[in-house]
């Protein structure tokens, strides 16, 4: 069931956990989210990144968006839709006449006066036309970065009370130490700033770069108000995995054979959600 981003967060506040958002760029990863969330019985978000679409080719807005809406409809578990990290006004309006009902405006690398402004621009207009919105705050950086000291970028508690309160954004991303990509070094989350960070504002708050944080810091995160954890890098791999053990099983150059890597993938993909979905205690 297509159930409003906005609602998911709602309860995973309420049951003090956290939802999990999944990267997906095709059918095999959005088809297998939805079928192992009905599964193991919670909630999930399937999260479309724009630069998948500008920059690989690997779908298009609204079939993506209508893809998610099928498949959501053929289950009883929440799903929700978002639209991942988009940096401008126009593109993200665009976004949500064509399917997208949750979308993130990313004006982080904005001065903070500046993020407020485009954030609460891109507020004003989805809210009117139904649609919920995740911004940030602080700079989630790229994991090739963690090697050096980018503690200037981390969230800072009484900067979110205000960015929540001047924005209206329905939820909010914040840099605790997380990173986006493959981790040089194991990451650290300062879960002393995201108590401070929880306290000081109501909003759900999101964890983005969710590949390769240990799980028992994100069992404490999740009970220190992050209701939203993106992974991406970690559920691309297991896609790549899969693909290479197939054409390793499979060397004779033999056409039909493609017909069978759709179930081959799905299966690989399904394990590793399952076991991933634990963490998230609905
Ligand atoms: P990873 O690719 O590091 O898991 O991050 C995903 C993410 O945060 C997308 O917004």
Redesign the pocket.
């Known amino acids: 069931m297509l159930v409003k981003v906005s609602e998911i967060l709602k309860m995973a506040d309420e049951a003090k956990t956290s939802v999990i958002?999944f990267?997906c760029t095709d059918y095999n990863m959005a088809y297998s989210v939805v079928k192992v969330a009905e599964k193991v019985q919670k909630p999930v978000i399937v999260?479309l990144?724009p630069e998948h679409v500008y920059d690989n080719n690997t779908m298009n807005v609204s079939g993506f968006a209508h893809m998610v809406k099928e498949l959501a409809a053929g289950v009883k578990v929440p799903v929700g839709l978002h639209l991942?990290?988009s940096y401008d006004y126009r593109s993200i309006i665009e976004s949500i006449r064509k399917g997208f009902g949750s979308v993130?405006i990313d004006a982080s690398a904005l001065p903070l006066d500046e993020n407020i402004a485009l954030t609460r621009k891109v507020v004003e207009t989805a809210h009117i036309l139904g649609a919920d919105v995740e911004a940030e705050i602080g700079h989630?950086g790229l994991?090739q970065d963690s090697a050096q000291d980018v503690s200037d970028y981390y969230t800072k508690a009484d900067a979110a009370a205000r960015f929540v309160e001047e924005t209206g954004c329905d939820s909010l991303?914040i840099a605790i130490g997380?990173?986006?990509?493959?981790?040089i070094t194991t990451p650290h989350l300062d879960l002393e700033r995201l108590d401070e960070i929880n306290s000081a504002t109501d909003c759900p708050l999101v964890?983005?770069?969710?590949?390769?944080i240990p799980h028992d810091q994100l069992e404490i995160a999740f009970t220190k108000g992050i209701n939203k954890f993106?992974?991406?890098?970690?559920?691309?791999g297991v896609y790549f995995d899969a693909i290479a053990e197939f054409v390793h099983k499979n060397e004779e150059p033999r056409p039909l054979k493609m017909l069978e890597v759709p179930e081959f993938v799905q299966e690989r993909l399904q394990t590793y959600l399952e076991e991933k979905l634990k963490l998230s205690r609905f």
Do not use: K
């Not at 964890?207 to 390769?212: I, T």
């Not at 993106?230 to 691309?236: H, I, Q």
């Open positions: 958002a990267i999260m990144l991942d990290h993130m989630v994991a991303t997380n990173a986006h990509g493959e981790y964890l983005h770069g969710g590949s390769g993106n992974v991406g890098t970690e559920f691309l």
